[in-house]
């Protein structure tokens, strides 16, 4: 479904309008289109503070990019290794700037305490007003479970407050900013997150926060398609969100089994036959279903390398108007299924090393939600899922969430036109994401570099006002 309101205030009467009357006005989201695109172009600003240790491999990543590299001398520690070799400039932070940029990137691993949080102040004040439109806004702190004396935990965790109100005053210009909490020596685990966040990809992803943890070095992969050789299963894959998840691990180079219902097969083989997939008829509530994705992957493939959880329904009543097959199907193809599936591929050996397992949230899951106790119920549920199998996955894999919020598909489509007016413009984009936004976040767990990426609930709501 288009968005109408978001064509009509990008006309000269439209932006008047709204103007005049006060309300939103979103710019329309760049997005990623062409598989040689860069992940980033423009002029970039990148500040450390004192001691900071990712601003390195953050600047040796931006000057391989066609993106002009500026650092902020004013909170300099960009040392002379770090420096060679890119071509950045000095860019003093107390004069007038007349440059726009399409990032400002603050390396703040190296914040001891709460008063240096000044730095924060320092490096943004000056330059928050030069980002450009849809530009990117990234902070990388430490995780605070990882800092011992609690003055430095606390101003770690204060990143996340700064980061998510920047995320609220940018968004009326289509931008975002985001945090990466990096722990002790991850600066190598870094690439895949830095690039997922600075590109159009993460159109919709704002005010998060991603962990990453330190890992073994992720082997080198083409940039072009990082998913080469790689076997995804796709649940849910013949429509929505689900088919979006489908095509674009194919663009990156996998190879997919689309799932569905056996009703939905007509829809699915036409989204395989286009992505050059395979088909699998499942109810995945089914008592032999994880049995029977096993026996298909075996006999196909040999093994699995990445699960993407989508499949979901709704089955909406205020809870006691509920009928029980209402709560029970809802708990069953949301959450109990995945659990299932994962045991089985795991038991019989299935899911290969460095695999990928990624299931999807909701913002019900995390704030509740009218009407929906059974499916809030079991979308919280997947974030204890995937928070408790995260800490016992082995070989490599990893298993992380993504909590979309209001996805322009079938399903909020049939929304009433006040529900949905509401959750397209209650973010601070101020419009609905598209089924691609949650499949560019999801490619961005299934890379081989996302391997320090483990245990993460990420929301792609553009910042929505509903939950924490
Ligand atoms: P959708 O209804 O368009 O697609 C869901 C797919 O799952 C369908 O193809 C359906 O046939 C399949 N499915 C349902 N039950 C199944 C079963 N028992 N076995 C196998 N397949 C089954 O939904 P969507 O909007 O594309 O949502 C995809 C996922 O994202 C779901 O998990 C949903 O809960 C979640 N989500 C969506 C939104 C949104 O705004 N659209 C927001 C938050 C979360």
Sequence with gaps: ???????????????????????????????????????????????????????????????????????????????????????????????????????????????????????????????????????????IGQNPATCRQPAKAAAHQALEGFVRSVGKEVGRKGATANLLWMAPGAEKQLESSVRFFLSPRSAYVSGQVARIGKSTDAPATNPVAPLTGKVALVTGASRGIGASIAETLTRDGATVIGLDIPPAM???????????????????????????????VKEHFGGIDLVVHNAGITRDKTLGNMPEHFWDMTIAVNLTAEELIDEELMHRQLLRENGRIVCISSISGIAGNFGQTNYSTAKCGVIGYVEAMAKQVKNGVT????????????????????????????????????????????????NPASNGVNGNVVRVCGQSLIGK
């Design 399 to 446: 298993i992380n969430a993504i909590a979309p919020g209001f996805i322009e598909t079938r399903m909020t489509a049939a929304m009433p036109i006040t529900v949905r007016e509401a959750g397209r413009r209650m973010n601070s984009l101020s419009q609905g994401g598209l089924p691609i936004d949650v499949a560019e976040a999801i490619a961005w767990y299934c």
């Design 1 to 139: 479904m288009s968005d109408i309101y978001l064509k009509f205030v990008n006309t000269p009467m439209g932006r008047t309008t709204a103007q005049t009357l006060g309300l939103p006005s979103p710019v329309p989201l760049k997005r990623w289109k062409r598989t040689d695109q860069p992940f980033i172009e423009g002029d970039v600003l990148v500040g450390a503070v004192n001691g900071s240790k990712a601003v390195g491999a953050i600047a040796s990543l931006l000057s391989a990019s066609p993106a002009k590299l500026f650092h902020a001398s004013a909170v300099d520690t960009l040392n002379d290794s770090s420096r060679s070799g890119n071509r950045a400039e000095a860019l003093p932070l107390n004069t007038d700037i007349d440059l726009k940029f399409s990032a400002l990137v603050l390396d703040a691993t190296g914040i001891k305490d709460t008063t240096d949080l000044r730095a924060v102040y320092d490096f943004f004040h000056p330059t928050i007003r030069k980002l450009a439109g849809n530009g990117r806004v990234l902070v």
């Design 266 to 296: 007509e829809d699915l083989q036409k989204v395989m036959n286009a992505i050059k997939g395979k088909a699998l008829a499942c109810d995945i509530t089914d008592e032999k279903a994880a049995g029977q994705i096993a026996d298909f």
